[in-house]
């Protein structure tokens, strides 16, 4: 059985992944990215349940690493990350035509089959690009951190900090910009915030089922802001970028070799892509989710069964395909308790394991610590003390008061207003190029990234020290 050889010293044979918002349709995707590589790698995903929506994702240990060092070792060839840059870039515009046409309304089911493969395709053809910000923040950057520290330390970590500023608007800064435009231009605040639902509403996004952005969240936010408040928003976020050009401008020419340069490249890069192919997909699954609305009302109109999207969502794609191809109607009792459970699939079969305590066991084995010292990588150097928050989601960022330290698995672009009163931050995920490092050095607080383990040792209250000269946090 999967769920007793899973308890057999997890640690050992997987690697965590990532934790984020997810639903099975999620869990599936990231298997269909790992395909892409199944002649070389062994894919295997486990996906646990956790708090709310979240889940963990866990891959088989040796397959996953091979694949890391091959993306990078892919990427250090001369003239492949231009073609990497080029390919991206081509799918961007390649993508827009078939966001078009996902949101055509399938007529018939074979339509939707059509529509549901062709969207499968589209996702998998980002599997580098998804990947890699976990190859650079596993392999390159701490070789690259190795390698310029041992050379000299002073100005390596001069290098090392200027590397990890953003050059480019991401699509959250981006849209903060026309909010703060709005603001400042006085336009109609309700005819705006129609606009920029249309234009942003997508950023809501996440495992198809969240609400995503309309009008009343950009009237709310809008509200939120001065004239004064506005300018000051826009101002920083434009200096911000414009600074991390000029950092750019200043440390390559201390880099000594090819070699140098084009890991700096990749890293620069990085810093905003790692954002705009997750805005990508966000745009790709806004359409997907036309297919699933139109997959469930099919099934209600067949079954009389009160089929929505969050339980299309709940589907394998096998399942999906099974029933627009041969009529195969899913178990719709069943498919409800498949948000708790755990979902494990390899090259020759796919569980979904939602017996409790079955389940309980699993997710116990995959989060056990036995390290009681939170530890990670530095990502802006100072410290700072408080009581720890935990943000988990969205919703938790109400709960960040400030001078607290925020704690978190990974923090988002959403979490950024929160960031701005918070004393510092500590994560469990992540590296040089991650979101929290970014907004760490923009906001210059003291940050750890990478703890693997501030979530379970640390709790809501708890007073606090955040030493990022040594990368430690301590209980006080």
């Known amino acids: 059985m999967v ?6 010293d997890p640690a050992k044979r997987f690697s965590f992944l990532a934790s984020r918002p997810q639903s099975i349709q999620r869990d599936e995707m990231v298997y269909l990215l ?3 590589y199944q002649k070389d790698f062994r894919p295997t995903l486990v996906s646990l349940p956790l708090e709310g929506d979240n889940r963990a994702l866990y891959v088989e240990k040796k397959s996953w690493e091979q694949l890391l060092e091959h993306l990078i070792q892919t990427m250090l060839v001369p003239g492949n990350f ?5 390919t991206y870039q081509h799918l961007t515009k390649k993508y827009a035509v078939e966001i078009r046409s996902l949101e055509t309304f399938p007529k018939t089911k074979k339509d939707l089959l059509t529509a549901y493969q062709s969207f ?8 580098d690009y998804l990947f890699m910000p976990f190859a650079i923040e596993k392999i390159l950057s701490p070789r690259f951190h190795e390698q310029i520290m041992q050379e000299e330390p002073v100005k390596g970590e001069d290098i090392f900090q200027a590397i990890g500023m953003p050059t480019l608007a991401n699509e959250f800064q ?4 026309e909010i703060c435009d709005a603001v400042l231009e006085r336009v109609s605040p309700l005819e705006k915030s129609r606009d920029l639902s249309k234009k942003f509403g997508w950023y809501g996004e996440y495992s198809y089922v969240e609400p995503l952005l309309d009008s009343a969240f950009f009237l709310e936010e809008m509200g939120k802001m001065s004239p004064v408040q506005a300018l000051e928003e ?6 911000e970028l414009e600074k991390g050009r000029e950092e750019m401008e200043r440390i390559f020419p201390m880099l000594r070799t090819d070699q140098q340069r084009l890991s ?33 009302e099919f099934l209600r109109n067949e079954t009389s069964l009160l089929w929505t999207r969050p339980l299309v969502v709940s589907l394998l794609n096998a399942e999906i395909i099974s029933y627009l191809s041969d009529g195969i109607i899913p178990a719709y009792e069943r498919i409800p308790e498949r948000k708790g459970a755990v979902y494990y699939r390899d090259t020759e079969r ?23 010292t939170i530890k990670g990588m530095i990502a802006f150097k100072g410290v700072a003390a408080g009581p720890t928050v935990l943000v988990f989601n969205k919703q938790d960022l109400k709960k960040v008061k400030p001078g607290m330290i925020l704690i978190a698995r990974t923090t988002m672009p959403d979490y950024t207003h929160a960031m701005k009163i918070a004393a510092a931050f500590v994560t469990e995920e992540g590296g040089i190029t991650s979101h929290a490092a970014i907004i760490a050095r923009e906001l210059k607080k003291p940050c750890i990234v990478g703890t693997g383990n501030c979530t379970k040792l640390l709790k809501d209250g708890d007073l606090v020290e955040v030493d990022a000269e040594k990368g430690i946090v301590k209980i006080l």
């Open 3 to 8: 769920a007793n050889d899973l308890l057999v």
């Open 34 to 36: 790992l395909e892409k």
């Open 82 to 86: 231009e073609k990497h840059l080029d």
């Open 120 to 127: 499968l395709g589209c996702i998998q053809e980002l599997a």
């Open 174 to 177: 981006k849209m903060r910009i």
């Open 234 to 239: 826009k101002t920083r976020i434009l200096y």
């Open 264 to 296: 700096v490249k990749i890293l620069n890069t990085y810093t905003f892509l790692r954002s705009d192919r997750i805005d990508l997909l966000k745009k790709i699954q806004c359409s997907g989710r036309i297919i699933f609305e139109s997959v469930a």
């Open 350 to 372: 796919t569980e979904i394991m939602a017996q409790k305590e079955e389940v309980d066991k699993i997710v116990a084995a995959f989060t056990k610590t036995t390290d009681k």
